[in-house]
């Protein structure tokens, strides 16, 4: 669908002609082809979108089938988080945002790779898009699908730290490439123990919308193009999103000890 408008410009057919060699069709071919690539990977952000969509009316009637058999166990308590718990979510999604795209910008820096520039600087930017296919669809989508069910199953006969491991290494294969592998991975760990700690997926839908729209922001924003501009400023953002999710750790399991009287 996303292919057919482009038609016209991906095959000439005006090239085609009866004296044409093997040789020369194979290059048509790949000169068509390599356009086709670059169409889907200038709308692969609302490709995904779409496709996260499609999967959320299956995810929806899971996650509510398990958590109608979870209110009939006995064990089962009905979680109310407090409201200053979802304002330490915002916090902690801008947070490790910023620490985290500081921390691939300086893997990007590190390791640059030229082919990967020639292919991404041919996308043309566009904030509206961004922010509704990756700031606001696809988290929900993947919330639903990746902590709403698989892991929520996973921890029904593991522990925390084995199904969270399991269901973000799922995560983790859907992305991209291993940048974006590895950077799943620790997504996917960390919203699983927002999930298991502040017992809600309105948390983790809260902490990924959070997440995925201070990485926009840091795209279009002057605050970005500050940021990397100099090295010891990212290692800096790197250090204060660190302590300052460390801070908050320490705040919430103080809190919680006293809670339980510990």
């Known amino acids: 669908m996303v292919v057919l408008p482009h038609m016209g410009e991906l095959m000439d057919y005006g090239e085609i002609t009866t004296s044409m060699t093997t040789e020369q069709m194979w290059e048509f071919m790949n000169r068509s082809m390599q356009k086709v690539y670059e169409i889907l990977v200038q709308y692969s952000l609302p490709i995904l979108a779409f496709a996260t969509v499609c999967t959320l009316p299956l995810s929806i009637t899971l996650f509510c089938k398990d958590r109608k058999e979870e209110s009939w166990s006995v064990e089962n308590t009905k979680v109310t988080p407090k409201l200053w718990k979802y304002g330490l979510v915002v916090v ?7 620490g985290m795209n500081c921390l691939i910008t300086m893997i990007g820096l590190a390791f640059f790779v030229e082919s990967f520039s020639g292919v991404t600087s041919t996308i043309e930017p566009n904030i509206l898009m961004e922010v509704i296919c990756a700031g606001v669809l696809i988290p ?17 006969s593991n522990t925390f730290l084995l199904a969270a491991t399991l269901s973000s290494l799922i995560y983790g294969l859907t992305q ?17 123990y927002i999930y298991e700690n502040v017992g809600t997926l309105k948390s983790t839908i809260l902490f990924h919308i959070t997440s995925n729209l201070f990485g926009v922001i840091l795209s279009y924003s002057s605050l970005g193009g500050w940021l990397i501009q100099d090295p010891i400023r990212i290692a800096a953002a790197i250090v ?9 750790y320490v705040f919430v399991q103080n809190i919680e000890n006293k809670n339980k009287g510990v």
Do not use: W
């Open 92 to 98: 902690l999604g801008i947070v490790f945002s910023l």
């Open 140 to 156: 929900i989508g993947e919330e639903f699908m990746f902590r709403g069910v698989l892991f929520k199953r996973y921890r029904r």
């Open 176 to 192: 991209g490439n291993m940048i974006q592998f590895a950077y799943a991975c620790v997504f996917g760990v960390f919203l699983c």
């Open 240 to 248: 204060i999103s660190v302590f300052v999710i460390s801070s908050i």
